[in-house]
């Protein structure tokens, strides 16, 4: 199935609740999600600092409707920002500015964003700004920038190489000393706006990956590409890049070995915890990546199917 059907059936609210109660769907969300509540995924996060892996908690949530939603959205991330401080755990905070009211009123979200850079100063844990699809990305560099100037780098936020506008997004970035965490981009986007060849996509990252090792302020690599991943190992080695200047990021549940083998070669790795009950999106942007995924529920529906005989 093309990758951009599972994009589309992302944007499916609908069908959410209806696929919430198949036991299958479930099943595969617990593969990339780490449970639904705050303690889940603590324990998640406790599992992987054991190896010394940090990571970022998100609370998964896209676009909400309504003034309460944001209120609420921002009230559970002052929640996940306690429980990492009380548990001790070495982690920070990732989120999108539409959980937080961007898409109703610009002045809520600066309100509620201003409520968790506080508490996020106050505890000393990292705030990271979740890039969404093309339609946010000025809106969420304007704010981002805004921000930053009052808050400083207790937060940062991601860059995306599908996209054509990033090489002068990622100077400003580089220039104001933000921490970025780089993507390839994982909403289906015009030609107009994005490269659609994934070679493109890939020389696109290794350009912009190279000017934040080079210049930039504690970049997150975020990718499973081993092909990426290499690039940087080889790049940091010859320009004798400290291995503290910057961190792998990789998503939780895909590629372990991956995430295991940097951390035995001393490189600083952060996993991405999902968590929460509104995980179809993330999920479905996680079938679209990869074939397997998808035959993995497929193999798993004709299990469930002879196991019911
Ligand atoms: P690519 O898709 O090229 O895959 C390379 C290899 O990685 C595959 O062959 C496979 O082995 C493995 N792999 C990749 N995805 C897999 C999956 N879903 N299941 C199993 N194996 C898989 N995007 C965005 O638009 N905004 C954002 O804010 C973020 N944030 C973010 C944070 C972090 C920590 C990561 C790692 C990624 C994101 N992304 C994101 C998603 C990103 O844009 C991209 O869609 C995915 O990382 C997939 O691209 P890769 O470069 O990882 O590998």
Known sequence: MP??????????????????????????????????????????????????????????????????????????????????????????VSLKFTQLGLDIDRALCIENMSQILSHAKDLDIFVRIDMEGADYTGRTLELYEELHETFGNVTGVVIQSYLLRSANDIESLIARRARVRLVKGAYAEPPELAYQDMKEVRSSYVELMKRLLDEGNYPGIATHDERLIERAVRYVEEKGIPTERFEFQMLYGVRRDLQKKLRSQGFNVRVYIPFGCNWYPYMMRRLAERSTNVAFMVASVLKEMVSRK
């Open 3 to 92: 990758s951009n059907v599972f994009l589309w059936l992302s944007e499916r609210r609908q069908l959410f609740e209806f696929i919430k109660s198949n036991g299958l769907a479930r099943k595969l969300a617990s593969r990339f999600v780490a449970g639904e509540t705050i303690e889940s995924a603590i324990a998640a996060a406790k599992i992987l600092n054991k190896d010394g892996t940090r990571v970022s908690l998100d609370s998964l949530g896209e676009s909400v409707a309504s003034r309460e939603e944001t209120i609420e959205a921002r009230d559970e991330v002052i929640r996940i920002l306690d429980a990492i401080a009380s548990t001790g755990v070495d982690g920070n």
